[in-house]
Protein backbone atom coordinates (compact mmCIF):
# COMPACT_ATOMS: atom_id res chain seq x y z
CA UNK A 1 0.00 0.00 0.00
CA UNK A 2 1.56 3.63 -0.71
CA UNK A 3 2.04 5.25 2.52
CA UNK A 4 -0.49 8.51 2.90
CA UNK A 5 0.41 11.84 1.79
CA UNK A 6 0.34 15.27 3.52
CA UNK A 7 1.97 16.94 0.94
CA UNK A 8 -0.10 17.70 -2.00
CA UNK A 9 -3.46 15.64 -2.95
CA UNK A 10 -1.97 14.89 -5.86
CA UNK A 11 1.10 13.12 -5.24
CA UNK A 12 0.21 9.72 -5.50
CA UNK A 13 -0.93 9.89 -9.14
CA UNK A 14 1.94 12.29 -10.08
CA UNK A 15 4.30 9.33 -8.49
CA UNK A 16 2.14 6.72 -10.89
CA UNK A 17 2.61 9.14 -13.51
CA UNK A 18 6.28 9.24 -13.12
CA UNK A 19 6.05 5.46 -12.97
CA UNK A 20 5.00 5.55 -16.39
CA UNK A 21 7.01 8.02 -18.15
CA UNK A 22 9.88 6.09 -16.87
CA UNK A 23 8.86 3.04 -17.74
CA UNK A 24 9.02 1.48 -14.28
CA UNK A 25 6.42 -1.12 -13.06
CA UNK A 26 4.57 -0.57 -16.60
CA UNK A 27 4.52 -2.66 -20.03
CA UNK A 28 2.95 -1.36 -22.73
CA UNK A 29 3.04 -3.80 -25.46
CA UNK A 30 -0.13 -4.73 -27.11
CA UNK A 31 -1.44 -7.66 -26.81
CA UNK A 32 -3.41 -8.77 -30.33
CA UNK A 33 -4.86 -12.11 -30.93
CA UNK A 34 -2.89 -14.58 -33.11
CA UNK A 35 -2.04 -13.21 -36.48
CA UNK A 36 -3.95 -9.76 -35.80
CA UNK A 37 -2.50 -6.62 -35.48
CA UNK A 38 -0.22 -5.03 -33.27
CA UNK A 39 -1.51 -1.90 -33.54
CA UNK A 40 -2.91 -0.10 -30.28
CA UNK A 41 -6.64 -0.49 -29.84
CA UNK A 42 -8.61 2.73 -29.68
CA UNK A 43 -11.30 2.44 -26.45
CA UNK A 44 -14.37 4.40 -26.52
CA UNK A 45 -16.75 3.55 -23.71
CA UNK A 46 -20.37 4.01 -24.24
CA UNK A 47 -22.88 4.79 -21.53
CA UNK A 48 -26.75 5.28 -21.34
CA UNK A 49 -28.39 7.18 -18.52
CA UNK A 50 -30.95 5.72 -16.51
CA UNK A 51 -31.75 2.63 -18.88
CA UNK A 52 -33.14 -0.55 -17.79
CA UNK A 53 -32.11 -4.05 -18.87
CA UNK A 54 -35.32 -4.65 -20.50
CA UNK A 55 -35.44 -1.72 -22.41
CA UNK A 56 -33.69 -3.07 -25.60
CA UNK A 57 -34.70 -4.97 -28.06
CA UNK A 58 -31.84 -7.75 -27.68
CA UNK A 59 -33.33 -8.22 -23.93
CA UNK A 60 -36.57 -8.68 -25.26
CA UNK A 61 -38.21 -5.51 -25.43
CA UNK A 62 -41.63 -5.38 -27.67
CA UNK A 63 -42.01 -1.31 -27.98
CA UNK A 64 -38.57 0.02 -27.61
CA UNK A 65 -36.98 0.06 -31.09
CA UNK A 66 -32.82 -0.30 -30.80
CA UNK A 67 -31.51 -1.80 -34.01
CA UNK A 68 -27.59 -0.62 -33.77
CA UNK A 69 -27.53 -2.01 -30.17
CA UNK A 70 -28.93 -5.28 -31.20
CA UNK A 71 -26.41 -5.48 -34.24
CA UNK A 72 -23.93 -4.67 -31.69
CA UNK A 73 -25.32 -7.39 -29.37
CA UNK A 74 -24.82 -9.60 -32.44
CA UNK A 75 -21.40 -8.69 -32.99
CA UNK A 76 -19.80 -9.03 -30.17
CA UNK A 77 -20.02 -9.95 -26.22
CA UNK A 78 -23.60 -9.65 -24.89
CA UNK A 79 -23.38 -9.90 -21.13
CA UNK A 80 -26.62 -11.13 -19.60
CA UNK A 81 -25.41 -10.71 -16.13
CA UNK A 82 -23.70 -6.69 -16.21
CA UNK A 83 -23.82 -4.55 -12.99
CA UNK A 84 -23.69 -0.78 -12.91
CA UNK A 85 -21.40 -0.35 -9.63
CA UNK A 86 -24.34 1.79 -8.12
CA UNK A 87 -27.95 1.84 -8.44
CA UNK A 88 -27.79 5.53 -8.93
CA UNK A 89 -25.37 7.48 -11.61
CA UNK A 90 -22.30 9.37 -9.91
CA UNK A 91 -20.89 6.36 -8.12
CA UNK A 92 -21.08 4.22 -11.14
CA UNK A 93 -19.44 6.42 -13.53
CA UNK A 94 -16.64 6.83 -10.89
CA UNK A 95 -16.40 3.01 -11.01
CA UNK A 96 -15.81 3.03 -14.64
CA UNK A 97 -12.81 5.28 -14.91
CA UNK A 98 -11.03 4.29 -11.84
CA UNK A 99 -11.59 0.27 -11.59
CA UNK A 100 -12.66 1.18 -7.68
CA UNK A 101 -15.63 0.73 -5.82
CA UNK A 102 -17.70 4.15 -5.44
CA UNK A 103 -16.91 3.73 -1.85
CA UNK A 104 -12.98 3.62 -1.92
CA UNK A 105 -13.63 6.73 -4.00
CA UNK A 106 -16.05 9.08 -1.69
CA UNK A 107 -18.96 9.00 -4.61
CA UNK A 108 -21.26 7.61 -2.66
CA UNK A 109 -24.20 8.67 -4.45
CA UNK A 110 -25.83 11.33 -6.97
CA UNK A 111 -24.20 14.87 -6.24
CA UNK A 112 -22.36 13.49 -3.75
CA UNK A 113 -18.20 13.59 -3.42
CA UNK A 114 -16.23 14.21 -6.36
CA UNK A 115 -13.75 12.01 -8.33
CA UNK A 116 -10.76 12.68 -5.91
CA UNK A 117 -8.02 14.15 -7.22
CA UNK A 118 -5.27 11.13 -5.82
CA UNK A 119 -7.24 8.72 -8.11
CA UNK A 120 -5.63 7.55 -11.25
CA UNK A 121 -8.14 6.77 -14.03
CA UNK A 122 -8.02 5.19 -17.26
CA UNK A 123 -7.50 8.25 -19.19
CA UNK A 124 -4.05 9.11 -16.81
CA UNK A 125 -3.00 5.87 -18.01
CA UNK A 126 -3.72 6.12 -21.77
CA UNK A 127 -2.65 9.79 -21.90
CA UNK A 128 0.39 8.54 -20.61
CA UNK A 129 1.23 5.84 -23.30
CA UNK A 130 0.13 8.70 -25.92
CA UNK A 131 -3.41 8.06 -25.99
CA UNK A 132 -5.76 10.80 -27.18
CA UNK A 133 -8.56 11.54 -24.71
CA UNK A 134 -11.76 13.24 -24.81
CA UNK A 135 -14.70 12.81 -22.82
CA UNK A 136 -18.09 13.83 -24.20
CA UNK A 137 -21.51 13.77 -22.21
CA UNK A 138 -22.41 13.71 -18.66
CA UNK A 139 -19.85 14.12 -16.28
CA UNK A 140 -21.48 14.02 -12.58
CA UNK A 141 -18.70 13.64 -10.78
CA UNK A 142 -17.91 17.29 -9.93
CA UNK A 143 -18.93 21.00 -11.43
CA UNK A 144 -17.38 22.99 -13.97
CA UNK A 145 -18.04 26.60 -12.60
CA UNK A 146 -17.82 27.77 -8.98
CA UNK A 147 -18.54 31.35 -9.83
CA UNK A 148 -22.22 30.55 -11.12
CA UNK A 149 -25.54 28.33 -10.20
CA UNK A 150 -25.02 25.77 -12.58
CA UNK A 151 -27.33 22.39 -12.80
CA UNK A 152 -26.70 20.82 -9.24
CA UNK A 153 -23.92 21.89 -7.70
CA UNK A 154 -22.67 25.01 -9.63
CA UNK A 155 -21.19 28.02 -7.81
CA UNK A 156 -19.71 25.88 -5.65
CA UNK A 157 -15.83 26.58 -5.69
CA UNK A 158 -14.66 23.66 -3.98
CA UNK A 159 -16.09 21.31 -6.19
CA UNK A 160 -14.80 22.37 -9.02
CA UNK A 161 -13.57 19.39 -10.97
CA UNK A 162 -13.75 18.97 -14.76
CA UNK A 163 -12.57 16.23 -16.93
CA UNK A 164 -9.52 17.83 -17.59
CA UNK A 165 -8.29 17.56 -14.09
CA UNK A 166 -8.63 13.74 -14.66
CA UNK A 167 -6.54 12.58 -17.54
CA UNK A 168 -8.82 14.00 -20.39
CA UNK A 169 -7.14 16.35 -23.01
CA UNK A 170 -10.33 18.04 -24.34
CA UNK A 171 -14.47 17.70 -23.18
CA UNK A 172 -17.62 18.93 -23.83
CA UNK A 173 -19.53 17.97 -20.89
CA UNK A 174 -22.81 18.98 -18.46
CA UNK A 175 -22.85 19.01 -14.98
CA UNK A 176 -25.23 16.54 -14.76
CA UNK A 177 -28.99 15.92 -16.38
CA UNK A 178 -30.34 17.60 -19.48
CA UNK A 179 -33.70 17.05 -21.36
CA UNK A 180 -32.88 14.50 -24.43
CA UNK A 181 -33.78 17.21 -27.06
CA UNK A 182 -32.96 20.88 -26.65
CA UNK A 183 -30.55 20.18 -24.12
CA UNK A 184 -30.53 23.67 -22.79
CA UNK A 185 -34.10 24.78 -22.86
CA UNK A 186 -37.41 24.20 -20.72
CA UNK A 187 -40.89 24.94 -22.25
CA UNK A 188 -42.06 28.74 -20.52
CA UNK A 189 -45.17 27.61 -19.30
CA UNK A 190 -44.08 23.97 -18.44
CA UNK A 191 -45.33 22.76 -14.82
CA UNK A 192 -43.88 19.55 -13.15
CA UNK A 193 -46.65 16.76 -13.46
CA UNK A 194 -46.94 15.53 -9.91
CA UNK A 195 -43.54 16.98 -8.84
CA UNK A 196 -41.92 15.20 -11.34
CA UNK A 197 -40.02 16.60 -14.11
CA UNK A 198 -41.09 13.61 -16.21
CA UNK A 199 -40.57 15.61 -20.11
CA UNK A 200 -42.55 17.25 -22.21
CA UNK A 201 -43.55 17.33 -26.30
CA UNK A 202 -40.47 19.01 -28.04
CA UNK A 203 -40.71 22.70 -28.30
CA UNK A 204 -42.53 24.03 -31.43
CA UNK A 205 -41.13 26.80 -33.64
CA UNK A 206 -42.59 29.73 -32.33
CA UNK A 207 -43.24 28.58 -28.29
CA UNK A 208 -41.45 30.19 -25.55
CA UNK A 209 -38.48 28.60 -23.66
CA UNK A 210 -36.83 29.42 -20.37
CA UNK A 211 -33.31 27.71 -19.96
CA UNK A 212 -33.13 24.71 -18.34
CA UNK A 213 -30.89 25.41 -16.01
CA UNK A 214 -27.62 23.70 -16.87
CA UNK A 215 -24.94 24.33 -19.67
CA UNK A 216 -21.91 22.45 -21.83
CA UNK A 217 -18.76 23.34 -20.69
CA UNK A 218 -15.67 22.82 -22.75
CA UNK A 219 -11.78 23.73 -21.93
CA UNK A 220 -12.50 27.20 -22.74
CA UNK A 221 -16.02 27.68 -21.41
CA UNK A 222 -19.20 27.06 -22.27
CA UNK A 223 -20.08 26.01 -25.57
CA UNK A 224 -22.75 28.19 -27.46
CA UNK A 225 -23.22 26.79 -30.55
CA UNK A 226 -25.35 23.41 -31.89
CA UNK A 227 -27.09 22.71 -28.87
CA UNK A 228 -30.61 21.99 -30.34
CA UNK A 229 -32.21 19.09 -31.30
CA UNK A 230 -31.42 15.74 -30.61
CA UNK A 231 -29.35 15.69 -27.20
CA UNK A 232 -27.71 12.52 -28.32
CA UNK A 233 -26.49 13.41 -32.09
CA UNK A 234 -25.54 16.82 -30.03
CA UNK A 235 -23.22 14.59 -27.84
CA UNK A 236 -21.65 12.95 -31.19
CA UNK A 237 -21.51 15.75 -32.88
CA UNK A 238 -18.41 16.51 -30.48
CA UNK A 239 -17.37 13.20 -30.28
CA UNK A 240 -16.87 12.25 -34.19
CA UNK A 241 -14.86 15.19 -35.00
CA UNK A 242 -12.46 13.98 -31.92
CA UNK A 243 -11.96 9.90 -33.63
CA UNK A 244 -12.24 11.47 -37.10
CA UNK A 245 -8.52 13.69 -36.28
CA UNK A 246 -7.46 10.75 -33.67
CA UNK A 247 -7.54 8.79 -36.56
CA UNK A 248 -6.23 10.96 -39.18
CA UNK A 249 -3.21 11.90 -36.86
CA UNK A 250 -2.49 8.08 -36.85
CA UNK A 251 -3.11 8.46 -32.57
CA UNK A 252 -4.71 5.38 -30.72
CA UNK A 253 -7.38 7.23 -28.62
CA UNK A 254 -9.64 6.92 -26.30
CA UNK A 255 -13.31 8.48 -26.00
CA UNK A 256 -15.82 8.57 -23.28
CA UNK A 257 -19.21 8.99 -24.30
CA UNK A 258 -21.94 9.23 -21.99
CA UNK A 259 -25.11 9.76 -22.95
CA UNK A 260 -28.05 11.64 -20.89
CA UNK A 261 -31.14 9.49 -22.34
CA UNK A 262 -33.09 8.18 -21.17
CA UNK A 263 -32.98 10.26 -18.34
CA UNK A 264 -35.79 12.51 -16.79
CA UNK A 265 -37.00 15.23 -18.53
CA UNK A 266 -37.22 12.65 -21.52
CA UNK A 267 -38.34 14.81 -24.27
CA UNK A 268 -38.61 12.86 -28.07
CA UNK A 269 -38.08 14.93 -31.41
CA UNK A 270 -41.12 14.61 -33.68
CA UNK A 271 -39.63 12.20 -36.34
CA UNK A 272 -38.86 9.58 -33.09
CA UNK A 273 -42.17 10.53 -30.96
CA UNK A 274 -44.23 9.74 -34.04
CA UNK A 275 -42.54 6.03 -34.61
CA UNK A 276 -44.33 5.52 -30.97
CA UNK A 277 -47.49 7.12 -31.50
CA UNK A 278 -49.81 4.37 -30.87
CA UNK A 279 -48.25 4.60 -27.45
CA UNK A 280 -49.17 7.01 -24.09
CA UNK A 281 -47.34 10.25 -24.25
CA UNK A 282 -44.71 9.03 -21.37
CA UNK A 283 -43.74 6.17 -23.47
CA UNK A 284 -43.46 8.25 -26.76
CA UNK A 285 -41.03 10.61 -24.98
CA UNK A 286 -38.86 7.46 -23.51
CA UNK A 287 -38.90 5.46 -26.22
CA UNK A 288 -38.60 7.96 -29.08
CA UNK A 289 -34.93 9.30 -27.18
CA UNK A 290 -33.41 5.93 -26.62
CA UNK A 291 -34.26 5.26 -30.43
CA UNK A 292 -32.68 8.68 -30.84
CA UNK A 293 -29.30 7.94 -28.86
CA UNK A 294 -29.41 4.34 -30.62
CA UNK A 295 -29.49 6.11 -34.13
CA UNK A 296 -26.20 7.69 -32.76
CA UNK A 297 -24.40 4.51 -31.93
CA UNK A 298 -25.58 3.58 -35.21
CA UNK A 299 -23.54 6.68 -36.47
CA UNK A 300 -20.73 6.11 -34.31
CA UNK A 301 -19.89 2.55 -35.58
CA UNK A 302 -20.45 3.29 -39.20
CA UNK A 303 -17.75 5.96 -39.27
CA UNK A 304 -15.29 3.68 -37.41
CA UNK A 305 -15.95 1.39 -40.32
CA UNK A 306 -15.71 4.73 -42.90
CA UNK A 307 -12.04 5.46 -40.89
CA UNK A 308 -11.06 2.28 -41.54
CA UNK A 309 -10.85 1.54 -37.92
CA UNK A 310 -13.68 -0.15 -36.27
CA UNK A 311 -11.73 -3.73 -36.44
CA UNK A 312 -9.49 -2.95 -33.70
CA UNK A 313 -11.53 -0.17 -31.80
CA UNK A 314 -13.09 -1.16 -28.02
CA UNK A 315 -16.61 -0.02 -28.35
CA UNK A 316 -18.53 -0.63 -24.93
CA UNK A 317 -21.74 0.08 -24.11
CA UNK A 318 -23.93 0.22 -20.79
CA UNK A 319 -26.08 1.93 -18.28
CA UNK A 320 -25.26 3.59 -14.87
CA UNK A 321 -28.34 2.13 -13.28
CA UNK A 322 -31.84 0.60 -13.78
CA UNK A 323 -34.77 2.51 -15.18
CA UNK A 324 -36.31 4.78 -12.88
CA UNK A 325 -38.17 3.73 -10.11
CA UNK A 326 -41.36 6.26 -9.96
CA UNK A 327 -44.36 4.59 -11.17
CA UNK A 328 -44.74 6.49 -14.19
CA UNK A 329 -41.70 6.47 -15.41
CA UNK A 330 -41.82 3.37 -18.71
CA UNK A 331 -38.61 1.85 -17.99
CA UNK A 332 -38.33 -1.68 -18.28
CA UNK A 333 -36.13 -4.16 -16.10
CA UNK A 334 -36.57 -6.90 -18.06
CA UNK A 335 -38.35 -8.32 -15.16
CA UNK A 336 -36.02 -8.24 -12.48
CA UNK A 337 -36.71 -7.11 -8.99
CA UNK A 338 -36.35 -3.28 -7.75
CA UNK A 339 -35.95 -0.44 -10.24
CA UNK A 340 -32.82 2.68 -9.69
CA UNK A 341 -31.75 3.83 -6.28
CA UNK A 342 -32.25 -0.29 -5.33
CA UNK A 343 -29.74 -2.71 -4.69
CA UNK A 344 -31.57 -5.74 -6.39
CA UNK A 345 -30.93 -6.90 -9.43
CA UNK A 346 -33.81 -4.60 -11.18
CA UNK A 347 -31.87 -1.62 -9.66
CA UNK A 348 -27.74 -2.57 -11.08
CA UNK A 349 -28.57 -5.40 -13.40
CA UNK A 350 -27.80 -3.18 -16.66
CA UNK A 351 -27.57 -3.87 -20.78
CA UNK A 352 -23.77 -4.60 -21.22
CA UNK A 353 -21.74 -4.97 -24.48
CA UNK A 354 -18.54 -5.18 -26.24
CA UNK A 355 -17.37 -5.28 -29.32
CA UNK A 356 -13.45 -5.75 -30.29
CA UNK A 357 -13.44 -7.33 -34.16
CA UNK A 358 -10.06 -7.88 -34.39
CA UNK A 359 -9.83 -10.18 -31.34
CA UNK A 360 -13.01 -10.93 -29.46
CA UNK A 361 -15.96 -13.19 -31.59
CA UNK A 362 -19.57 -13.31 -30.50
CA UNK A 363 -20.55 -14.18 -27.25
CA UNK A 364 -23.03 -14.28 -25.01
CA UNK A 365 -22.20 -14.66 -21.21
CA UNK A 366 -23.57 -14.77 -18.16
CA UNK A 367 -20.75 -14.58 -16.42
CA UNK A 368 -21.36 -11.42 -13.88
CA UNK A 369 -19.25 -8.26 -14.91
CA UNK A 370 -19.31 -4.87 -13.21
CA UNK A 371 -18.41 -1.66 -14.26
CA UNK A 372 -15.30 -1.22 -12.35
CA UNK A 373 -14.07 -3.91 -14.78
CA UNK A 374 -13.21 -1.67 -17.76
CA UNK A 375 -9.95 -0.24 -16.35
CA UNK A 376 -8.26 -3.87 -15.48
CA UNK A 377 -9.62 -5.01 -18.89
CA UNK A 378 -8.45 -2.57 -21.10
CA UNK A 379 -5.17 -2.35 -19.64
CA UNK A 380 -4.43 -5.87 -19.71
CA UNK A 381 -5.83 -5.73 -23.43
CA UNK A 382 -3.34 -3.18 -23.91
CA UNK A 383 -0.39 -4.92 -22.57
CA UNK A 384 -0.22 -2.45 -19.17
CA UNK A 385 0.18 -3.43 -15.95
CA UNK A 386 -0.16 -1.74 -12.82
CA UNK A 387 2.65 -0.82 -10.74
CA UNK A 388 3.58 -2.38 -6.95
CA UNK A 389 1.65 0.05 -4.58
CA UNK A 390 -0.94 1.39 -6.76
CA UNK A 391 -4.62 1.93 -5.10
CA UNK A 392 -6.50 -1.22 -5.01
CA UNK A 393 -9.00 -2.07 -7.26
CA UNK A 394 -12.15 -3.91 -7.14
CA UNK A 395 -12.60 -4.92 -10.91
CA UNK A 396 -11.04 -7.71 -12.82
CA UNK A 397 -9.75 -8.02 -16.31
CA UNK A 398 -12.45 -10.34 -18.71
CA UNK A 399 -9.71 -10.42 -21.08
CA UNK A 400 -9.56 -14.24 -20.71
CA UNK A 401 -13.43 -14.32 -21.12
CA UNK A 402 -13.36 -12.31 -24.00
CA UNK A 403 -10.62 -14.08 -25.55
CA UNK A 404 -12.78 -17.69 -25.35
CA UNK A 405 -11.74 -18.59 -21.97
CA UNK A 406 -12.97 -18.02 -18.22
CA UNK A 407 -12.91 -14.50 -15.97
CA UNK A 408 -13.50 -15.97 -12.22
CA UNK A 409 -13.41 -13.34 -9.39
CA UNK A 410 -11.86 -13.91 -6.07
CA UNK A 411 -14.65 -12.89 -4.32
CA UNK A 412 -18.62 -11.54 -5.22
CA UNK A 413 -19.34 -8.08 -6.25
CA UNK A 414 -19.84 -5.75 -3.64
CA UNK A 415 -22.47 -3.08 -3.31
CA UNK A 416 -22.69 -0.29 -1.08
CA UNK A 417 -25.59 2.49 -1.35
CA UNK A 418 -27.29 4.66 1.75
CA UNK A 419 -28.75 2.11 3.48
CA UNK A 420 -28.73 -0.97 1.64
CA UNK A 421 -25.64 -3.83 1.30
CA UNK A 422 -25.54 -6.30 -1.02
CA UNK A 423 -23.21 -9.08 -2.38
CA UNK A 424 -23.21 -10.88 -5.41
CA UNK A 425 -21.63 -13.78 -6.40
CA UNK A 426 -21.95 -16.21 -9.44
CA UNK A 427 -24.92 -18.18 -7.54
CA UNK A 428 -25.74 -16.45 -4.26
CA UNK A 429 -27.01 -12.92 -3.56
CA UNK A 430 -26.62 -11.55 -0.16
CA UNK A 431 -29.14 -8.28 0.12
CA UNK A 432 -30.01 -6.38 3.46
CA UNK A 433 -32.39 -3.28 2.97
CA UNK A 434 -31.10 -1.36 6.04
CA UNK A 435 -29.31 -1.61 9.07
CA UNK A 436 -32.26 -2.93 11.09
CA UNK A 437 -33.26 -5.57 8.46
CA UNK A 438 -33.06 -8.80 8.12
CA UNK A 439 -30.46 -10.28 5.87
CA UNK A 440 -31.78 -11.97 2.69
CA UNK A 441 -30.24 -14.59 0.13
CA UNK A 442 -30.87 -15.58 -3.39
CA UNK A 443 -29.88 -18.51 -5.70
CA UNK A 444 -29.70 -15.74 -8.46
CA UNK A 445 -29.41 -18.73 -11.12
CA UNK A 446 -32.51 -20.33 -10.15
CA UNK A 447 -34.17 -17.29 -8.98
CA UNK A 448 -33.63 -14.46 -10.71
CA UNK A 449 -36.15 -12.21 -10.26
CA UNK A 450 -35.00 -12.22 -6.22
CA UNK A 451 -38.84 -13.69 -5.40
CA UNK A 452 -37.18 -16.67 -2.81
CA UNK A 453 -35.50 -15.48 0.26
CA UNK A 454 -33.12 -18.69 1.17
CA UNK A 455 -32.04 -17.36 4.29
CA UNK A 456 -33.15 -19.61 7.51
CA UNK A 457 -32.19 -21.98 5.01
CA UNK A 458 -28.65 -21.46 3.90
CA UNK A 459 -27.28 -19.63 7.54
CA UNK A 460 -23.98 -20.70 6.70
CA UNK A 461 -24.10 -19.35 3.75
CA UNK A 462 -25.55 -16.09 5.09
CA UNK A 463 -22.68 -16.22 8.01
CA UNK A 464 -19.79 -16.29 5.53
CA UNK A 465 -20.88 -13.69 2.86
CA UNK A 466 -21.46 -11.75 5.51
CA UNK A 467 -18.15 -11.75 6.89
CA UNK A 468 -16.23 -11.68 3.88
CA UNK A 469 -18.94 -8.71 2.62
CA UNK A 470 -17.87 -6.58 6.43
CA UNK A 471 -14.30 -7.27 5.45
CA UNK A 472 -14.46 -6.14 1.95
CA UNK A 473 -16.45 -2.79 3.15
CA UNK A 474 -14.10 -1.93 5.92
CA UNK A 475 -11.05 -2.29 3.36
CA UNK A 476 -13.21 0.51 1.43
CA UNK A 477 -13.34 2.59 4.12
CA UNK A 478 -9.50 2.54 5.06
CA UNK A 479 -8.85 3.45 1.37
CA UNK A 480 -11.49 6.35 1.75
CA UNK A 481 -10.57 7.91 4.98
CA UNK A 482 -6.68 7.71 4.40
CA UNK A 483 -5.05 4.67 3.86
CA UNK A 484 -3.78 4.46 0.61
CA UNK A 485 -3.49 8.54 0.02
CA UNK A 486 -4.29 10.40 2.67
CA UNK A 487 -6.89 12.84 3.41
CA UNK A 488 -6.04 16.08 1.62
CA UNK A 489 -9.02 15.52 -0.87
CA UNK A 490 -11.54 14.66 1.99
CA UNK A 491 -10.83 18.04 3.51
CA UNK A 492 -11.39 19.86 -0.16
CA UNK A 493 -14.87 18.68 -0.11
CA UNK A 494 -15.44 18.09 3.82
CA UNK A 495 -16.93 14.48 3.22
CA UNK A 496 -16.85 11.74 6.29
CA UNK A 497 -17.51 8.36 5.32
CA UNK A 498 -20.88 7.04 4.50
CA UNK A 499 -21.51 3.79 6.37
CA UNK A 500 -25.02 1.94 5.11
CA UNK A 501 -27.69 3.46 7.11
CA UNK A 502 -25.86 6.98 7.05
CA UNK A 503 -25.54 8.55 3.97
CA UNK A 504 -22.94 11.12 4.58
CA UNK A 505 -23.41 14.09 2.58
CA UNK A 506 -21.96 17.72 2.77
Known amino acids: ?40 PNVILCMADDLGWGDVGYNGNPV ?5 LDRMAADGVRFDRFYAAAPVCSPTRASCLTGRHPYRTGVFFANVGILRPEELTLAEVLRQEGYRTGFFGKWHLGTFTGTERDANRGGKAELVNPPSEHGFETYFATESKVPTWDPMKKPAAFAKPGGLQQGWHCLGPEQAWEPYGTHYWTPEGKATENLDGDDSRVIMDRALPFIERSARAGSAFLAVIWFHAPHLPCVAGPEYAALYRDQEFPMQQYAGCITAMDEQMGRLRSTLERLGIAANTIVTFCSDNGPE ?30 VWPAR ?35 GISLLPLLDGGRAERASPIGFLSQNQIAFNGPRYKLYRADTSSAVEIYDLPEDPHEKTNLADMQSEQVGALLAEFHAWMNSCRNSFEGGEYGTASLERVRQSWAAPGRDARR
Not at 11 to 38: D, E, I, N, Q
Not at 64 to 68: L, Y
Not at 368 to 390: K, M, N, R
Open 360 to 394: VKPLVTAVPAVTSDYLPTILEALGIGLPAGANRLD
Open 64 to 68: IRTPH
Open 325 to 354: GNQRAPGSTGGFRGRKRSLYDGGVRVPGLL
Open 1 to 40: MLESSTTGVGWVRASLCLALAAGTGWSAAATPRKGGSTAR
